[in-house]
């Protein structure tokens, strides 16, 4: 069974760059040909799609946040990671790992969430 | 971007009626559409891919329907645990890939 957890600091104050790793268990990112993706929801809110990364290492970014944005994969920890540079507190939310795996576009399987406060 | 409008916002019904939600796209996505389902505290689950093929596991009273511009999400018949937050999702035109703002579907 496909697993994702995140890890990374709560609190991250203003400026500063935010970074989380999935950890993957039940596959193989290595060999698999799915995307890997970061998703958040700032309290109280919906959800919105921040990036995915393919397993051939090709990126994709919300352009809303693109400039601030790096995905990365570490084939070695069978990790992902999210860096977000330059928070805000409008940065402040739970984030989510999460992949389609065959269903590639969609997000079939989750993580439990990070939750990050961006505060001095 | 395509933009999805979901409604209504909040919908109230009692155990055992039909539930009926809506996602408008602001362009064409074909068919290519998901529902998710999140309760408190939890993350979202998927209960529909390419707008009417339901996930692994989910119940048949989950249906999905439509193509283009409208569709549909129905629980024929709501059990307790169905009453949660509603999201669809399209993958048609991305980066990037866009959600809904989402349906509550509240106990009466």
């Known amino acids: 069974q496909l697993q994702l957890h995140e890890s990374g600091p709560g609190l991250v104050k203003p400026s500063e760059t935010l970074s989380l790793t999935c950890t993957v268990s039940g596959a193989s990112i290595s060999t698999t040909t799915f995307y890997w993706g970061w998703i958040r929801q700032s309290p109280g809110q919906g959800l919105e799609w921040i990036a995915s990364?393919?397993?051939?290492?090709?990126?994709y970014y919300n352009p809303s946040l693109e400039s601030r944005l790096s995905i990365s994969v570490d084939t070695s920890k069978n990790q992902f990671s999210l860096t977000l540079s330059s928070v805000t507190a409008a940065d402040t939310a739970l984030y989510y790992c999460?992949?389609?795996?065959?269903?590639?576009?969609?997000?079939?399987?989750w993580g439990q969430g990070a939750l990050v406060t961006v505060s001095s | 971007e395509i933009v999805l409008t979901q409604s209504p916002a909040t919908l109230s019904l009692s155990p055992g009626e039909r539930a009926t939600l809506s996602c408008r796209a602001s362009?064409?996505?074909?068919?290519?559409l998901a529902w998710y389902q999140q309760k408190p505290g939890q993350p979202p689950r998927l209960l529909i891919y390419d707008a009417s093929n339901r996930a692994t596991g989910i119940p048949a009273r989950f249906s999905g329907s439509g193509s283009g511009t409208d569709f549909t999400l129905t629980i024929s018949s709501l059990e307790t645990e169905d009453f949660a937050f509603y999201y669809c999702q399209q993958r048609s035109d991305w980066p990037p890939l866009t959600f809904g703002g989402g349906t509550k579907v509240e106990i009466k």
């Open positions: 999460s992949t389609g795996g065959e269903l590639l576009y969609f997000f079939d399987y």
């Open positions: 362009q064409s996505i074909n068919n290519y």
């Open positions: 990364i393919f397993s051939t290492g090709n990126t």
